[in-house]
């Protein structure tokens, strides 16, 4: 069903917060709309809301934070809802995606890095980022996946050695048991990434395009991915220097579009 391809692929790379956080890579002050704008709904597909399109709603709390997200897919009954919550430094420490009881957690070193991503399904998935010296980009993730049939039984790692560039990853390279496996490169665009931390919402699919564990760490938008046997590229639409509009080849259906609405101060 379309819903469940797209959920995730058109959540939050671009969900703006009113209140701007120091852990950012992107530099609050540098970016004005971060502090004027939210986004409050996402519309994905062909028709304007229906058929067989999905519609996202975002709600923020007193201070600006993005505290849930409700999607709607023509066609398919009910309402699904999404609850984010923080800590008390204002860091994302979990998400809740509908059918979970307990959702993904977010761990953090001592200086505020992400650390580990754990991610509950029939067992558990573990995302564990490692850092070089004094970089605030990792040089590396370590993930494994565990099994909950009976008791947790580990099924499986693999390890991403990351290439970075001007704050972005630039390469990502797979290896399993110490053999490099596959190769990707990413492109850029001039757009920031507004608020990064709010993407990791997308990690179990694509994120506006792309499934990456690192589009976190990035200063900017990616628009475009070579692997071994694929290449996708994203198309941004601007107006008043907000995205209003994305279109993603390939993507599902043919001809999709992401249309961005922005509640602006």
């Not at 229906?50 to 009910?78: H, I, R, S």
């Not at 059918?99 to 564990?128: A, Q």
Request: aromatic share 14%; glycine share 6%.
């Amino acid at each position: 069903m379309q819903k469940n391809i797209l959920y995730g692929f058109v959540l939050l790379l671009f969900t703006v917060s009113c209140q701007p956080k120091k852990e950012s890579p992107i530099d609050p002050k540098k970016n004005e709309l971060a502090t004027t704008c939210r986004l409050v709904k996402l519309i994905q597909g062909t028709h304007n809301g229906a058929v067989n399109d999905t519609t996202f709603n975002f709600y923020y709390d007193a201070t600006g934070k993005l505290n849930m997200v409700t999607d709607y897919y023509a066609g398919y009954p009910g309402i699904d809802t999404l609850l984010i919550t923080y800590n008390d430094s204002g860091k994302l420490i979990k998400i809740i995606p509908p059918g979970f009881l307990n959702g993904t957690t977010f761990t953090y070193t001592s200086n505020g890095l992400l650390s580990e991503i754990y991610h509950p399904r029939t067992g558990y998935e573990k995302w564990r980022f490692i850092y070089n010296g004094s970089s605030t980009l990792p040089e590396k993730c370590i993930k494994t996946d565990y099994t909950a049939v009976g008791s947790f039984t580990f099924l499986d790692s693999v390890e991403y050695r990351y290439t970075a560039q001007n704050g972005n990853i630039v390469s990502k390279e797979t290896f399993k048991n110490g053999v490099s496996q596959a190769i990707s490169t990413f492109e850029y665009d001039t757009i920031p990434n507004l608020n990064a931390d709010l993407s990791l919402i997308s990690l179990r699919r694509e994120p506006i395009g792309f499934y990456e564990e690192f589009c976190f760490f990035n200063k900017n938008l990616i628009k475009r991915k070579v692997a071994q046997n694929d290449t996708y590229n994203v198309n941004y639409t601007l107006d008043s220097g907000k995205v209003v509009k994305s279109l993603t080849y390939p993507t599902t259906p043919p001809g999709a579009t992401r249309n961005y609405f922005w509640e602006c101060q």
